[in-house]
């Protein structure tokens, strides 16, 4: 069974400024990857490579053993349902509610009868811890909760692999746990992989299988939380301190 | 009160209608080829099917002259002429002051002194009832002139045989105006009030133009009722 | 004058959005269940206003029908004049001018709304295609509600002027009720609701295209409004003038 994401060798710049020099990285099946790093390091870029929003200048990415298809493609819309991203704005459809958001997508991304779609969305919801949620409209929830809710009508769509931008970005702490934990349903079970963009140390020691720090274009440092802890990096120490004196 | 206001914000009180001629151009000259073109298109129309219906019902086309002129100088004329201003500048006054309402820079007008509920309302009431009453006139020559302009065409009567100008009188012209005058004054005053009620983000602005064309549009059909019924009235001796 | 030269390309301009965005609804399939929730957001809602606008038009039908009466002892014409009014010719045409701003007006609000939050980009972000989802039940649900909420207006039309036309000028009911029943034809009936399924259709066309091209912010919100508002109303002035070659 081929990984869910493999980037080889991967450069990407703009203009005379090189943003991505030569990354690897392989996101292994139901696994929580994080990706941190300070602000312009290019991690959105890298998710916009994934995603197929942007060219490599050079290299390769094959996401479940397949090239990635170009815009236009006659497969783009069903790979694009494979690979979901959960954007920081949840972009929900705040007229309706919560069941109603993950419903409509499991009719229209799998072609469920009305029924079938709304079980889909209860089981869904239920394995989120959001079901009590269900006969709420999404204009009044929480960020944190509008985000979980995204997170389940990605799975709607038939997702395997997350890619998730910055999630707990701008949210209390209970907030950010509630997202925490979705991420981790997600994953539990539905067996899905995600791929978390982020610079939430704290989301990642609780969340991730596996962290890597892009610095300088490539991948600074990579392991397990329990590893980064006490790896022995002057820019791993400068980030995880959140010192402003250093090379960052 | 006038100088006071002056002194305190550097804004000119309203009631000097300074301001309002800057909404007239808005209001009045933006929205004319709209006018014109749109009542052309309803004269043609309106004029062509009761000629189709007075050669039916009647047998000739001759009599539909006189009431077709008085129907459009005292309802079609103002009625539609109203229906497009409340489409085109109503929504547009209620986006323009609820965006300002939103935004809390109404807020901050009043904070340094500002009346934002008459600065913002009083002068856009200035600019609808002069320039309702300046197309109005427009509205109904234009339905006029298409209507007898189709009839001369499609049944050969000739345009003075359907201008009948004396069988209007002073009442009709006096239902026009009147018309054009209270028109003129509830269609911004309705749009301001949606605008100045918005809360929330952009949603409410939306909410606030759509609120401004349909209570825009109810007003202008009952006030067209209100002075239709008393016009009749008059006519009958029932009243004055 | 160079504005008014303009002004002469506004049917066409507003036009033909409308009739590229009916051709992308071919063989669409509307979402069932949003399309109910539509219906009802623009047809059941709107009862109460439609019936006040009907109304209000049956009056103004039913003060001009009794001046004829009185001016011209044509009590027997009354009947055919009311009917032709409410349901041929003035009735559709006041009644799509206020779906214009009671549908149109909200359907691009609340699109432009979506279209500047990103939820329509939410959803073809996860790869769902918004026109089934969101685009064609509203365009097919003010369609319906239109054609539907045109019947409520022209009976509340009716009533009035018949109430009116009796009341002001002295006619018996009944006789004028005959009157009405033999002056109008079923067709009129049949003429005021495709109109009215035209004009319903237009507003809904425009509206759609109208709040999609939103951009930016809350501004950008409030110009779609207007602009679907504008363009709904020249769409039903223009197809009411292409109706009277047709019907």
């Known amino acids: 069974m081929s990984a869910p994401i493999t980037i080889r060798n991967l450069h990407k710049g703009f203009g005379d400024l090189k943003v991505l020099q030569g990354i690897d990285l392989e996101l292994a099946h139901q696994e929580i ?17 994934v995603l197929g929003f942007l060219a490599p200048d050079q290299g390769e990415i094959f996401l479940n053993g397949e090239p990635i298809p170009e815009v236009g493609h006659p497969d783009w819309l069903s790979w694009r349902r494979q690979t979901a991203l959960v954007v920081q704005t949840p972009a ?7 069941h109603e958001n993950v419903a409509l997508a499991a009719r229209h991304a799998l072609g469920m009868s009305t029924k079938a779609g709304d079980r889909r969305a209860t089981e869904l919801l239920s394995a989120l811890n959001l079901r009590h949620m269900g006969k709420q409209r999404a204009a009044g929830l929480g960020p944190g909760i509008a985000k979980a809710v995204a997170l389940a009508r990605a799975l709607a769509v038939g997702a395997t692999t997350l890619i998730l931008d910055e999630p707990t970005t701008g949210l209390d702490p209970i907030q950010g746990m ?47 939380p329990s590893e980064l802890m006490n790896y022995d990096d002057e820019i791993w120490q400068q980030f995880q301190a959140g010192r402003a004196e250093g090379p960052l | 009160m006038a100088a006071q206001t ?61 009431e077709y002129m008085r129907l459009t100088v005292t309802e079609m004329g103002p009625v539609i002429t109203a229906l497009m201003l409340t489409m085109r500048v109503g929504s547009g006054i209620a986006a323009e002051i609820a965006n300002l309402t939103v935004s809390q820079a109404t807020t901050a007008y009043q904070v340094f002194g500002g009346r934002a509920q008459r600065d913002l309302v009083i002068p856009r009431i200035w600019a609808g009832v002069v320039g309702c009453v300046l197309l109005v006139p427009i509205g109904v020559a234009s339905f006029l002139l298409s209507g007898t302009l189709a009839v001369a065409l499609w049944f050969d009567v000739p345009q003075e ?52 064309v349909v209570h825009g549009t109810v007003a202008v059909l009952f006030i067209d009722l209100l002075v239709a019924t008393v016009v009749a009235m008059l006519r009958d001796g029932r009243l004055g | 004058m160079v504005n008014l030269l303009n002004g002469l390309f506004i049917p066409i301009r507003w036009l033909l959005p409308a009739a590229r965005l009916l051709r992308r609804l071919v063989g669409v ?22 019936i006040a606008a009907g109304c209000a038009v049956g009056g103004i039908v039913a003060v001009h029908a009794a001046t004829y009466v009185a001016n011209y002892s044509a009590g027997e014409l009354a009947g055919w004049a009311v009917g032709y009014a409410t349901l041929r010719e003035v009735g559709p045409l ?101 109109k009215a399924g035209i004009f319903a259709l237009i507003v809904g066309l425009l509206s759609t295209h109208e709040g999609l091209q939103a951009s930016g912010g809350s501004s950008a919100v409030g110009r779609a409004v207007n602009n679907a508002a504008v363009a709904s109303a020249v769409g039903i002035v223009t197809a009411n003038f292409a109706c009277t070659w047709v019907f």
């Open chain 2, 161 to 212: 045989e359907f201008l009948f100008f004396r069988h209007l009188d002073g009442l009709d012209l006096m239902c026009a105006m009147v018309k054009a005058v209270l028109f003129g004054a509830v269609i911004p005053f309705i749009a301001a009030r949606a605008g100045l009620a918005a809360r929330g983000g952009s949603g409410a602005v939306g909410q606030a133009s759509a609120k401004a």
């Open chain 3, 94 to 194: 006041l009644t799509g001018l206020l779906l214009a701003g009671r549908v149109g007006a909200m359907n691009a609000a609340e699109l432009a709304d979506m279209r500047v939050r990103d939820q329509i980009r939410g959803l073809e972000a996860l790869g769902l295609d918004p026109m089934p989802i969101v685009i064609a039940p509203r365009v097919y649900a003010a369609a319906i509600a239109g054609v539907a909420l045109f019947s409520v207006a022209a009976i509340a039309s009716l009533v009035t002027a018949v109430l009116g036309v009796t009341t002001a000028s002295g006619l018996k009911l009944m006789p004028f009720l005959y009157s009405l029943h033999d002056g109008t034809s079923l067709s009129y009936l049949f003429v005021g609701q495709a």
């Open chain 1, 33 to 49: 990857l994080y990706v941190l790093g300070p602000s312009g390091t290019g991690k959105s870029v890298l998710s916009q490579c």
């Open chain 3, 29 to 50: 399939r509307p979402d069932f269940r949003e399309t109910i929730y539509q219906l009802e957001h623009f047809g059941y809602q709107s009862i109460l206003i439609v």
């Open chain 2, 6 to 66: 002056k002194r305190k914000t550097g804004v000119k009180p309203p009631w000097l209608v300074g301001q309002g001629w800057l909404h007239l151009d808005h209001l009045a000259v933006s929205s004319l080829p709209l006018i014109v073109v749109t009542l052309s298109l309803a004269g043609v129309a309106f004029a062509r099917e009761g000629a189709i219906q007075a050669q039916m019902i009647i047998g000739t086309v001759e009599v539909l002259g006189p």
């Open chain 1, 92 to 98: 929900l459809l705040e007229e309706r509610t919560v």
């Open chain 1, 178 to 224: 509630v997202v925490d934990e979705a991420i981790t349903d997600a994953v539990r079970s539905e067996g899905v992989s995600a791929l978390v963009i982020s610079h939430d140390l704290e989301s990642m020691k609780k969340v991730a299988d596996r962290a890597i720090l892009l610095y300088a274009g490539g991948v600074r440092v990579q392991g397990t």
